[in-house]
């Protein structure tokens, strides 16, 4: 730049926009064939003393003969080259320059290099001395860089050299997606203009990315920005300093997948579930694929073989997951066998306990590959590059192994991905052995309660039955809910269910304990009412036994049940309940009712005697029992339940096992959250013709006319085989109320599915089976009633008690 007066002029101070900087064109030879006035004002020569001379012959060099061709050697392979050089002032000053040298070619095709140098110790807010510039460049810890507004780098230090991979004098003049294209270089220069724009630093901005000096491989900077001034506050440019804090990032990503995994891994007890909850918390962000292979024992809930026991142990696929949808890079589909040989990694890796790193797959050399053609395949087809095996090792038992690719993310796995590795695995093996010793339990008790559930069900013909029993699905285990159908004398059927607190083996243990003392009471022919005041006290004395093992004793106590019976003769329903839902009952038409009978305590309080209640039912009603796991759904209200579960029964004519499948759908849409036992019983009623009575006097000589009334019943019915038996066990009863009792005497012939013979009175006295002597001339009758009959009973009623014995149908199987 000339002035009017043809002096040269300072250009504007703006040491970082080379737009204004000093300016001179070098030939291929050397030589200095253009300056310019800035470049006049800033090393003090004239045109005339610098045109056709040497341009080193301008640098600070101790050799001054050294030939211009040295200097241009430096920039021939270069289209572009900077950095920092010493020049020698006309006044024999040492100046400490700023260089950008362009490479150019004029019409004639000759070469020609224009310099633009930038006087870095005249610039206010650069005025550093050069052995604190040469201090940066060589022996800072932390990259910095300069770059003009426009975001060109006029400066950089040998550490942000080495961080990049890129040479310097290719970087200087260049924005920053020109040498860094493994980092997102948008979003840092958008910081940057803010930076600029506001004058407020940005600190310790964290990005990841790759840099040339490690292409492809992802690592981590800490970067800080801030705006450089003038003293008269004109914007200069922005520097930045940075650092590589890869290690630091590494640490916290890992503790970060370490917590997610404790989160995620193992919310449940179900085996496959967690196999899978591993897979998903590694993907992506340590592998691109992974498989868990688990151990068929595991599955089972049995515990494995160890060490050389391993070979042979098939493995099956429990979990998988992939950056790609649908897992394509795996051959076997989940809960399939793998194909895993006693030389795979698999293997080698479940019988040594340790875990096995391959960083680059050599895919033409592994032998797990050769032996393995379809596995091949795959590696091939999605070119994965590195693979790990860990062993699911826990409280020293191998349950499985777990397998880390990678074919998507830069790098392969190091040591430290290992290190991650088996810690995450370490983490989930401990959740799958429990979810293995729980499903072992849970088998065990599953398999208790189903073995003490009744196995077939039958209402004779007094009743059509069907049930359902769902266990739960929750961590504790299965609970104790149960039910049963009992047939009782003269042709009645009794109905139970009860629940049991608390869940697992104990709890099923105690529902069989209940469901034995409650088959033993009603072989009583005990009233319901009296049925469960002897039920709780038996309670109450297992409470106070178990006392020293409070898991059993809070499991007795508090338990409920309802216990129904059911007369097809009359078609009424005896009921009561301690503690326990109330039945439904539906009438033919559909319509649905809740018995209206007294809740009565639970089992093991002793607080209040129990109540029955007692209902005359239509021909083809339907009484619905069921545990409180049915209608306590999803934390409604216990009434709202109810409502569900009345419009669910409201389907007349509907076959009993639809019904319950019905049910069990509307009010149980997913997996329960408690056990739930349902029974269904729809009512009938015996016919006259099936059925008989005669009251008799209180006279011996009515002996012989029953043994004649009943002669003639069985030969209408059909039944003159029995004849002889029946007269016997008649004569035997009815001479028994005659001499011991008092009152009306009452004879019953029944004809159900089997052949009931009952003999009332109104006494209350105890009939007690004797072996008679030899010597002696009666007491025998009681005792051949017991030997002539399949089974023979004493039912008490309010007003007496009866005497009954039953027989075998001819051509009908015993029972």
Same mark, same amino acid.
């Given at each position: 730049?000339?002035?009017?007066?043809?002096?040269?002029?300072?250009?504007?101070?703006?040491?970082?926009?080379?737009?204004?900087?000093?300016?001179?064109?070098?030939?291929?030879?050397?030589?200095?064939?253009?300056?310019?006035?800035?470049?006049?004002?800033?090393?003090?020569?004239?045109?005339?003393?610098?045109?056709?001379?040497?341009?080193?012959?301008?640098?600070?060099?101790?050799?001054?003969?050294?030939?211009?061709?040295?200097?241009?050697?430096?920039?021939?392979?270069?289209?572009?080259?900077?950095?920092?050089?010493?020049?020698?002032?006309?006044?024999?000053?040492?100046?400490?320059?700023?260089?950008?040298?362009?490479?150019?070619?004029?019409?004639?095709?000759?070469?020609?290099?224009?310099?633009?140098?930038?006087?870095?110790?005249?610039?206010?807010?650069?005025?550093?001395?050069?052995?604190?510039?040469?201090?940066?460049?060589?022996?800072?810890?932390?990259?910095?860089?300069?770059?003009?507004?426009?975001?060109?780098?006029?400066?950089?230090?040998?550490?942000?050299?080495?961080?990049?991979?890129?040479?310097?004098?290719?970087?200087?003049?260049?924005?920053?997606?020109?040498?860094?294209?493994?980092?997102?270089?948008?979003?840092?220069?958008?910081?940057?203009?803010?930076?600029?724009?506001?004058?407020?630093?940005?600190?310790?901005?964290?990005?990841?990315?790759?840099?040339?000096?490690?292409?492809?491989?992802?690592?981590?900077?800490?970067?800080?920005?801030?705006?450089?001034?003038?003293?008269?506050?004109?914007?200069?440019?922005?520097?930045?300093?940075?650092?590589?804090?890869?290690?630091?990032?590494?640490?916290?990503?890992?503790?970060?997948?370490?917590?997610?995994?404790?989160?995620?891994?193992?919310?449940?007890?179900?085996?496959?579930?967690?196999?899978?909850?591993?897979?998903?918390?590694?993907?992506?962000?340590?592998?691109?694929?992974?498989?868990?292979?688990?151990?068929?024992?595991?599955?089972?809930?049995?515990?494995?073989?160890?060490?050389?026991?391993?070979?042979?142990?098939?493995?099956?696929?429990?979990?998988?997951?992939?950056?790609?949808?649908?897992?394509?890079?795996?051959?076997?589909?989940?809960?399939?066998?793998?194909?895993?040989?006693?030389?795979?990694?698999?293997?080698?890796?479940?019988?040594?306990?340790?875990?096995?790193?391959?960083?680059?797959?050599?895919?033409?050399?592994?032998?797990?590959?050769?032996?393995?053609?379809?596995?091949?395949?795959?590696?091939?087809?999605?070119?994965?590059?590195?693979?790990?095996?860990?062993?699911?090792?826990?409280?020293?038992?191998?349950?499985?192994?777990? !397998?880390?690719? #990678?074919? %998507?993310?830069?790098?392969?796995?190091?040591? +430290?991905?290992? /290190?991650?590795?088996? $810690? =995450?695995? *370490?983490?989930?093996?401990?959740?799958?052995?429990?979810?293995?010793?729980?499903?072992?339990?849970?088998?065990?008790?599953?398999?208790?309660?189903?073995?003490?559930?009744?196995?077939?069900?039958?209402?004779?013909?007094?009743?059509?039955?069907?049930?359902?029993?769902?266990?739960?699905?929750?961590?504790?285990?299965?609970?104790?809910?149960?039910?049963?159908?009992?047939?009782?004398?003269?042709?009645?059927?009794?109905?139970?269910?009860?629940?049991?607190?608390?869940?697992?083996?104990?709890?099923?243990? !105690?529902?069989? #304990?209940? %469901?034995?003392?409650?088959?033993?009471?009603? +072989?009583?022919? /005990?009233?319901?009412? $009296? =049925?469960? *005041?002897?039920?709780?006290?038996?309670?109450?004395?297992?409470?106070?036994?178990?006392?020293?093992?409070?898991?059993?004793?809070?499991?007795?106590?508090?338990?409920?049940?309802?216990?129904?019976?059911?007369?097809?003769?009359?078609?009424?329903?005896?009921?009561?309940?301690?503690?326990?839902?109330?039945?439904?009952?539906?009438?033919?038409?559909?319509?649905?009712?809740?018995?209206?009978?007294?809740?009565?305590?639970?089992?093991?309080?002793?607080?209040?005697?129990?109540?029955?209640?007692?209902?005359?039912?239509?021909?083809?009603?339907?009484?619905?029992?069921?545990?409180?796991?049915?209608?306590?759904?999803?934390?409604?209200?216990?009434?709202?339940?109810?409502?569900?579960?009345?419009?669910?029964?409201?389907?007349?004519?509907?076959?009993?096992?639809?019904?319950?499948?019905?049910?069990?759908?509307?009010?149980?849409?997913?997996?329960?959250?408690?056990?739930?036992?349902?029974?269904?019983?729809?009512?009938?009623?015996?016919?006259?013709?099936?059925?008989?009575?005669?009251?008799?006097?209180?006279?011996?000589?009515?002996?012989?006319?029953?043994?004649?009334?009943?002669?003639?019943?069985?030969?209408?019915?059909?039944?003159?085989?029995?004849?002889?038996?029946?007269?016997?066990?008649?004569?035997?009863?009815?001479?028994?109320?005659?001499?011991?009792?008092?009152?009306?005497?009452?004879?019953?012939?029944?004809?159900?599915?089997?052949?009931?013979?009952?003999?009332?009175?109104?006494?209350?006295?105890?009939?007690?089976?004797?072996?008679?002597?030899?010597?002696?001339?009666?007491?025998?009758?009681?005792?051949?009633?017991?030997?002539?009959?399949?089974?023979?009973?004493?039912?008490?009623?309010?007003?007496?008690?009866?005497?009954?014995?039953?027989?075998?149908?001819?051509?009908?199987?015993?029972?």
């Amino acid at each position: 730049m000339v002035t009017p007066e043809g002096s040269a002029a300072a250009p504007a101070e703006a040491p970082f926009d080379l737009a204004y900087a000093a300016s001179a064109l070098i030939d291929d030879k050397g030589t200095i064939v253009g300056w310019t006035a800035a470049a006049e004002h800033l090393l003090g020569y004239p045109a005339a003393e610098t045109l056709h001379r040497a341009a080193a012959l301008l640098l600070a060099s101790p050799d001054q003969s050294a030939e211009a061709a040295d200097v241009v050697a430096q920039w021939r392979d270069q289209d572009i080259w900077g950095g920092l050089v010493a020049a020698r002032h006309r006044d024999g000053r040492r100046i400490q320059l700023g260089l950008r040298v362009s490479a150019l070619t004029d019409s004639d095709g000759r070469e020609r290099w224009l310099v633009s140098a930038i006087d870095l110790a005249r610039t206010p807010s650069w005025a550093v001395s050069s052995a604190i510039l040469e201090g940066f460049l060589t022996r800072s810890p932390i990259g910095m860089a300069v770059l003009t507004p426009d975001l060109r780098y006029v400066w950089l230090n040998d550490t942000l050299e080495r961080f990049g991979g890129v040479p310097r004098e290719r970087r200087i003049g260049m924005r920053m997606a020109d040498s860094l294209p493994g980092l997102d270089t948008g979003a840092l220069e958008d910081i940057m203009r803010q930076v600029l724009l506001t004058g407020e630093p940005v600190i310790d901005h964290e990005y990841q990315g790759w840099t040339l000096a490690a292409p492809y491989r992802e690592r981590s900077f800490s970067t800080s920005f801030y705006r450089l001034d003038d003293p008269e506050g004109r914007v200069m440019g922005v520097c930045y300093m940075g650092m590589d804090v890869t290690d630091r990032w590494r640490a916290r990503a890992r503790l970060a997948l370490l917590n997610e995994a404790g989160a995620c891994v193992g919310s449940t007890l179900d085996i496959t579930r967690t196999a899978q909850e591993l897979a998903d918390v590694a993907v992506p962000r340590l592998a691109d694929f992974v498989t868990v292979d688990l151990l068929e024992p595991v599955l089972r809930g049995d515990e494995p073989p160890t060490g050389e026991a391993l070979r042979g142990v098939p493995l099956r696929r429990s979990g998988m997951r992939s950056v790609h949808r649908g897992t394509p890079e795996s051959i076997v589909a989940l809960g399939e066998r793998i194909n895993a040989g006693d030389t795979s990694p698999h293997v080698r890796c479940m019988i040594s306990g340790r875990s096995e790193l391959e960083p680059d797959i050599a895919i033409d050399r592994a032998s797990w590959l050769t032996d393995d053609p379809a596995r091949a395949a795959k590696i091939r087809e999605f070119a994965m590059r590195s693979v790990m095996w860990v062993p699911l090792l826990a409280r020293g038992t191998v349950l499985g192994v777990v !397998t880390f690719l #990678r074919h %998507r993310r830069p790098g392969s796995f190091e040591r +430290d991905d290992l /290190l991650l590795a088996e $810690e =995450l695995a *370490a983490r989930a093996a401990v959740c799958l052995d429990n979810a293995r010793r729980w499903t072992r339990e849970h088998e065990a008790a599953l398999t208790l309660q189903r073995s003490l559930l009744p196995h077939a069900l039958t209402g004779g013909t007094a009743l059509e039955v069907a049930s359902r029993y769902l266990p739960t699905d929750i961590r504790d285990g299965v609970g104790g809910d149960w039910f049963d159908v009992i047939p009782l004398s003269g042709a009645r059927i009794a109905l139970v269910v009860g629940d049991v607190v608390g869940h697992g083996l104990t709890a099923a243990a !105690t529902m069989g #304990r209940l %469901r034995t003392a409650v088959h033993t009471l009603a +072989d009583m022919d /005990l009233p319901p009412d $009296e =049925l469960l *005041a002897h039920l709780d006290d038996l309670v109450i004395r297992l409470t106070e036994e178990e006392s020293a093992d409070e898991s059993v004793a809070t499991t007795v106590t508090g338990a409920t049940c309802l216990y129904a019976v059911y007369d097809p003769v009359t078609r009424r329903l005896t009921m009561a309940r301690a503690g326990h839902p109330p039945p439904a009952l539906v009438d033919p038409s559909g319509r649905v009712t809740f018995a209206e009978l007294p809740a009565g305590p639970p089992l093991g309080l002793g607080a209040m005697p129990f109540e029955s209640a007692e209902l005359e039912l239509a021909e083809g009603s339907v009484v619905a029992l069921y545990t409180d796991g049915l209608i306590e759904t999803f934390g409604e209200d216990v009434d709202v339940g109810l409502d569900r579960l009345a419009h669910a029964l409201a389907r007349p004519g509907l076959p009993l096992q639809d019904l319950c499948t019905a049910v069990l759908d509307t009010l149980l849409p997913g997996p329960p959250a408690d056990d739930v036992a349902l029974l269904l019983a729809r009512t009938c009623a015996l016919t006259p013709d099936r059925f008989v009575s005669w009251d008799l006097p209180v006279d011996p000589a009515v002996v012989s006319e029953a043994r004649a009334l009943a002669g003639r019943q069985l030969a209408e019915w059909g039944l003159e085989e029995l004849r002889t038996t029946t007269e016997l066990v008649v004569s035997e009863l009815v001479t028994n109320a005659i001499r011991h009792a008092s009152g009306p005497i009452r004879l019953r012939l029944i004809r159900q599915s089997v052949f009931i013979c009952e003999v009332y009175d109104g006494s209350n006295t105890v009939p007690r089976l004797r072996h008679a002597r030899t010597t002696d001339e009666g007491g025998r009758g009681l005792f051949l009633v017991a030997q002539l009959t399949r089974r023979w009973g004493t039912r008490y009623t309010a007003d007496g008690k009866l005497i009954w014995a039953e027989q075998e149908l001819p051509g009908v199987p015993p029972r």
